[in-house]
């Protein structure tokens, strides 16, 4: 009896088996595709699963009444399967035709969502953009506390968001070698630095004005990217549009990163030089102990200052729009009190220096104005024409040097696209370029040592690299 029922029993296992089998073939066929199915299929498996539980213990009982309840509950089991069995063919057919929707939601639910942080940004507006609420961004701040707190991120580097059937990841590339990783587990987030292997070069680079920068740069050998990092480099020193001269000329050592799969990651300057009208700007990136990396001039100061040379970046575009519309630039004459900065409508205006938005709107002659009423607070700035407003950008509002306050347009008393820029002190323009510029923190004293011995090196490098390059 018990043997037969044994028989029984392996029978039915074995087409509880063969149903699940038909169930995992459904789902690896499936696995491509769609996670209200995979949700589905997994609810039969767990069933199925819970069934075959249920008869694996019943067999280990000895009870004499258990070969009959075994039965019944063998002939349900049986059904069970038979019905979900058609249940699952039935779901196929019926997927067909949910398909093409599925497909878009899932498509969008699986690609991972990138999102730079913006100069001035945060990590909570970028996590913000990518779709998390307040509290889950406070329990990711709280997790990546001890591991890269989420207030030292950096404009440029990303954030990238994965959705997938497991749980949501979120990756911050720290820099070319490691990168942050949170994920959100069952007991919240969770955060570790992941190492990624990388490759460096350094390169040098010489080159001297005779066109524009971005010509003789790209000329010399420069990429893009690592031309528009020379121009942030000196963006508080160098007013690029306006104080670039034929005949001045630049170094720079600069490094590439390449990642495991041969990919460029980024470019880094280490060390620049750049004769500007006969003035030499010097600039080593070191990095302090507390981890910040930044730009400093061979004695230890801070390349970083209060305002901005320029609240127009100067581009590959903006200079080639100089030149094919030889529009006038402005200086400041008493009649004029600006500075005015051909450029395309749409160049994103930057915030000169940090402060609180004073006045946003219309004004007269100068169209869309913006005013910045700045942390010293007999400073302030006005930028006119406005094509319009950067986000979020509204009286009262605080912002922070280099963030977009918006965007070149011709609004109000101009003939063509341009910026007009004044420098204000206790409300009357001056001349921009008569504004003091006081630097930000100079490398601390207890790590000047350090920094002389970095910069020398740097600079050796540098002149033997120009030697060699000089023989070449
Ligand atoms: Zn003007």
Known sequence: ??????????????????????????????TQSHARRRRRTSALQSTLYHAQQSLRKLLVMKAVYIPILAGV?????????SILSVDASVQLTREEWLQPEENTLLNQLNAPQKVIVEVGGSAISSLKTLGFNFSEIM????????????????????????????GTDVYYEIDAGQKLHLSRTEEGWHAALEKMSVTRRQVYVEATISDSLFVDASKAGLDDRTTMNLVDVFAWDIDFAR??????????????????????????????????????????????????????????????????????????ISSRFRLARKHPILGYTRAHKGV???????????????????FAGWKGGYGRLVEIRHTNRNHSTRYGHMSKFGRGIHKGVRVKQGQIIGYVGMSGLATGPHLHFEFRVRGRAINPLHVKHTPAKPVPKAEMAGFKRHANQLQS????????????
Not at 9 to 30: H, I, W
Not at 73 to 81: F, K, R, S
Not at 340 to 357: F, M, Q
């Open 243 to 316: 104080d670039l001269r034929k005949g001045d000329s630049f170094q720079i050592l600069y490094e590439e990163q390449y990642n495991d799969a041969g990919k460029m990651t980024g470019t880094s300057i280490l060390n620049a030089v750049f004769v500007n009208q006969g003035r030499r700007y010097h600039a080593i990136r070191y990095r302090l102990k507390n981890g910040n990396t930044d730009y400093y001039s061979l004695n230890g100061q801070s390349l970083r200052k209060a305002y901005l040379k320029a609240p127009v970046k100067y581009s590959r």
């Open 340 to 358: 005015d900065y051909a450029a395309r409508t749409g160049t994103p205006i930057h915030a000169l220096g940090d402060g609180r938005i004073s």
């Open 73 to 81: 509950l063998l002939l349900l089991a049986i059904t069970t399967v």
């Open 461 to 472: 490098n540098l002149k033997l690299a120009a030697q060699e390059s000089g023989w070449g």
């Open 139 to 166: 329990a990711m701040q709280a997790a990546a506390k001890e591991v890269h707190p989420l207030k030292r991120i950096q404009a440029g580097h990303a954030f990238i968001r994965h959705d997938t059937d497991s």
């Open 1 to 30: 009896m018990c043997k037969h029922l044994q028989d029984l029993g392996d029978k039915g296992l074995q087409e509880l088996m063969l149903a699940q089998d038909f169930a995992n073939r459904t789902y690896s066929a499936t």
